[in-house]
């Protein structure tokens, strides 16, 4: 796969230095046989720039200080999605009891609630700087945009929203099938779908517009 990859690489630089447009380099490769994406990933290497020779773009690289504020950006997201959810679900609990709980469990609930209201005012305003300060770098800098690190946390955290949906889903039709459809049950099904679904379409969105843009 390597060596396949080494061998489109060259072309496309070769290609290019001996004055082909990258459309014919591209229908060239096509009818090779070789995938769209594939071709255009080698073709992206290189700025479309008036040159001698082809001019290679700029590749991000991995360092221990994008590493750390890409981790914290979304750890912080979690936290705050999470004890947001919770603290609705408290609420919940608290303007519709379950006559079968114990009354001692309303203090239970006030301390959940003033835990998860503490949770998200220190990690939702941190998520959100430190969202504005990497969205300022990347538009100084686009290519770090193309960070290993926030793609893969991206598509993590797109894979921890889906899971929720589905969960929420299965909980809400297992809810319907044992007849426990009740509107407590209901409101708490609905916020979790909210929440993580949300975050999955802004960050499928974000995802999206990134492929969309040069």
Request: overall charge neutral; glycine content about 6%; some cysteine.
């Amino acid at each position: 796969m390597a060596s396949g990859t080494q061998d489109i690489d060259l072309f496309v630089r070769e290609a290019l230095a001996k004055g082909c447009s990258r459309e014919s380099i591209e229908q060239a490769l096509a009818a090779a046989g070789w995938p769209p994406e594939q071709s255009r990933s080698a073709l992206a290497v290189y700025a479309d720039v008036a040159f001698a020779l082809p001019v290679p773009k700029p590749r991000p690289y991995l360092s221990a200080r994008e590493a750390f504020l890409y981790l914290l950006l979304f750890v912080a997201l979690y936290i705050s999605a999470f004890h947001f959810g919770r603290m609705v679900f408290d609420l919940i609990s608290v303007a519709l009891p379950d006559p079968a709980e114990p009354g001692y469990q309303n203090d239970q609930l006030m301390g959940s609630i003033r835990w998860s209201i503490a949770s998200v005012v220190i990690a939702f305003p941190l998520y959100l700087f430190i969202a504005s300060f990497l969205g300022k770098e990347m538009t100084h800098s686009p290519v770090k945009r193309l960070s290993a690190v926030r793609r893969w946390l991206t598509y993590l955290t797109l894979f921890i929203a889906a899971t929720v949906l589905m969960a929420d889903m299965i909980t809400l039709v297992n809810g319907v099938l044992a007849g426990e459809l009740t509107l407590r049950f209901v409101l708490k099904v609905v916020v979790a779908a909210v929440i993580a679904g949300g975050i999955f379409g802004y960050y499928l969105w974000d995802l999206r517009r990134e492929e969309k843009e040069p």
